[in-house]
């Protein structure tokens, strides 16, 4: 079986940086997972709570309902983490976004996120508004054809 081919930053609209801490590493000297998925959170925070372009309307929040992470190499300290984000799928109340995570330039774990728009009062999901939509779909990049 081939591994999948490995993503570059430039295929990521959303790029922003993290610095690794000493508290992210373990016993073996490299960056724990449990902190894989805090820098992913890093980087879907930054697309979804940019306040020059909000993306939920008042009374509502994103929430994540899945996260998938692939481990392709170790992450070291001290240094600084990559990430890049971008929109894959939108769905009725749903978003997919990959991301992937990056050291010196290479691959250290790609992502995939599902993040729904949740009712702050109800706790329910809630339909994305047709303007998130738009916003969101011009965020797609060079995604597969379910991204509007």
């Not at 902190?35 to 980087?43: I, P, V, Y």
């Not at 993306?55 to 998938?68: E, H, K, M, Q, W």
């Not at 300290?77 to 769905?91: D, F, H, L, Q, Y």
């Not at 706790?123 to 969101?136: F, H, N, Y």
Request: proline letters at 8%; a positive charge; glycine letters at 6%.
């Amino acid at each position: 079986m081939s591994r999948p081919r490995l993503p570059s930053l430039d295929e990521f609209p959303l790029r922003v940086i993290d610095t690794i801490r000493y508290a992210d590493t373990d016993r073996q000297g490299h960056v724990n997972n449990a902190a894989f998925a805090t820098f992913c959170e890093t980087g879907r925070v930054a697309f979804l709570l940019d306040p020059k372009r909000p993306l939920a309307p008042p009374g509502t929040g994103f929430v994540i309902a899945r996260l998938l992470i692939d481990f392709r190499a170790e992450l070291n300290w001290p240094g600084r983490v990559e990430i890049g984000t971008r929109v894959t799928a939108i769905g009725r109340s749903s978003v997919t976004f990959a991301q992937a995570l990056f050291q010196h330039g290479r691959c250290a774990a790609t992502a995939e996120s599902v993040v729904v728009l949740m009712d702050e009062a109800t706790r329910r999901s809630r339909p994305l508004p047709e303007e998130t939509v738009r916003a969101l779909g011009s965020q797609c990049g060079s995604a597969p054809a379910r991204c509007p």
